[in-house]
């Protein structure tokens, strides 16, 4: 009888539904290790534009923020007005540099793939679009590679920061 009352204990201790869901592994902020872009040509990884650095960031919330920006773009050195029509060109030029969404994101844990639906972008054009990455873990790291065409040549590996 003891055995009895022990197994639909624990029958119903597993199948209660917790409110406290484990987070999963890929939230947290991640600062860029590499941005890396193949040669189709020689098939040889290089630094992509010379190098970037960035952050992704992934809520617990299912929201995720995305900066890409050239190596040293912080130490440019110029100064411009935020909302303001008077910036001049050479800042401008600059600007274009840097990379950003916000947005929403959904995991398929089975096709090992992230969506990110952007709700709003450094680009106009790109304002509402679906970008979709393979992801895997190596250790501590984060790889990804966009599934769209376009950027399928390019993998990024992210560190998490502590």
């Not at 992801?135 to 920061?161: A, C, H, I």
């Amino acid at each position: 009888m003891n055995y009895l009352i022990a197994a639909v204990l624990l029958a119903t201790v597993l199948s209660c539904n917790t409110e406290t869901e484990q987070p999963l592994k890929i939230t947290g902020l991640w600062k860029l290790e590499s941005m890396k872009v193949r040669d189709s040509a020689t098939n040889t990884w290089s630094q992509y534009r010379g190098g970037m650095d960035g952050y992704l960031l992934y809520d617990g919330n299912g929201h995720v923020a995305l900066h890409l920006y050239e190596k040293g773009y912080e130490n440019a050195g110029i100064e411009f007005p935020n909302f303001n029509d008077t910036i001049p060109l050479e800042a401008l030029k600059y600007i274009t540099k840097s990379y950003y969404y916000m947005g929403n994101y959904k995991v398929s844990e089975a096709d090992s793939i992230v969506s990110h639906f952007k709700l709003s972008h450094s680009n106009p054009s790109e304002f509402g679009l679906t970008a979709e990455r393979r992801f895997y873990f190596s250790g501590d790291t984060l790889v990804m590679q966009p599934v769209e065409r376009k950027n399928s040549k390019l993998k990024l590996k992210w560190l998490k920061e502590k």
